[in-house]
């Protein structure tokens, strides 16, 4: 890719819109970057990039190949995990001069799996203001590509690297009904799927997503049962960064009943016996007899 002149980056046709929005000044702009390819870069992202007094960010190394590939060449301070505290102290500073200040991590969204929370969190303690500028996300791309039919997600991240607290955090999450979005890292991956299949049915269907938006991206669904032969079928499995979705548990037939008993005695306020028996067995998909009688006694203990 032939790199983009700063100046010929505000002159494009294409970056016209995001040349004409607002953007304050003595703001923060949280900053979601590639997680791989680069062309996953948003037009907002490039101008606030443009426009930024100092860009803070997790590798200044990485960042800087970044903003090189487009033709930038901004100031940069480090912002990572082990300085964010002190690192939002004189970003504060930098703010309250009226500078803008642009937060990026060395893929995807700060704050999210990142550093850059605690920095956040201090620049609004202080009264200045913070704003997403969203992009590429990893646990979103891969939601979308599994085939999971499921209005809920959970977002786990990472789990913990030790083997004990691993498991006791999986077996908490046995019961949830949410698709689980886990991120892993190539050298433990055969241990969170060994960790899984100690927990979870083998039947759960699972989706790993690897090397998303780059080169050798790899999404794979398959059962639990069948997930570690499939990871130590090649060597290359083994490597990259993962998402791992795993399938949300089936809702119990007690919460089934628990559902449709709050939902009888919403509609009894407002529907007569039959009406609601109707009703709540349409919605819940239970027999409209038992949800009738059942309609009957909490009537009758009103």
Request: negative net charge; proline residues 4%; charged residues 25%.
């Amino acid at each position: 890719m032939t790199a983009i002149q700063s100046s010929q980056i505000a002159q494009l046709p294409v970056l016209g819109e995001a040349a004409q929005q607002s953007y304050p000044t003595a703001t923060l702009y949280v900053v979601a970057t590639p997680i791989g390819n680069v062309t996953d870069i948003t037009l907002r992202a490039l101008h606030v990039l443009l426009i930024a007094d100092v860009v803070a960010c997790e590798d200044t190394r990485k960042t800087g190949a970044l903003l090189t590939r487009f033709g930038l060449n901004k100031q940069m301070v480090a912002a990572h995990q082990h300085n964010e505290r002190e690192a939002a102290e004189k970003l504060i500073q930098r703010l309250l001069a009226g500078e803008r200040v642009a937060l990026v991590s060395d893929a995807g969204t700060p704050a999210v799996s990142d550093p850059g929370a605690r920095i956040v969190d201090a620049v609004r303690k202080a009264g200045l203001q913070v704003v997403p500028v969203p992009g590429a996300s990893a646990s979103v791309a891969a939601l979308s590509a599994s085939g999971f039919v499921n209005d809920r997600f959970h977002f786990v991240g990472f789990l913990p690297a030790k083997a004990k607290q691993r498991e006791t955090e999986l077996a908490q999450l046995k019961l949830d009904t949410s698709t689980l979005v886990i991120y892993e890292a190539p050298h433990r991956i055969t241990d969170c799927v060994e960790a899984l299949a100690a927990v979870f049915e083998p039947t759960r269907q699972v989706v790993f997503a690897r090397e998303l938006t780059k080169m050798f991206e790899e999404i794979h669904r398959c059962p639990l049962s069948e997930a570690l032969a499939w990871v130590k079928a090649d060597q290359h499995r083994e490597r990259g960064e993962f998402v791992v979705l795993v399938e949300g548990a089936a809702p119990s037939a007690d919460e089934g009943e628990l559902d449709a008993e709050r939902i009888l005695q919403i509609l009894l306020t407002e529907c007569s016996v039959k009406q609601a028996a109707n009703l709540a067995a349409q919605i819940t998909g239970r027999k409209k007899n038992a949800l009738y009688e059942r309609a009957l006694q909490i009537k009758g203990d009103a």
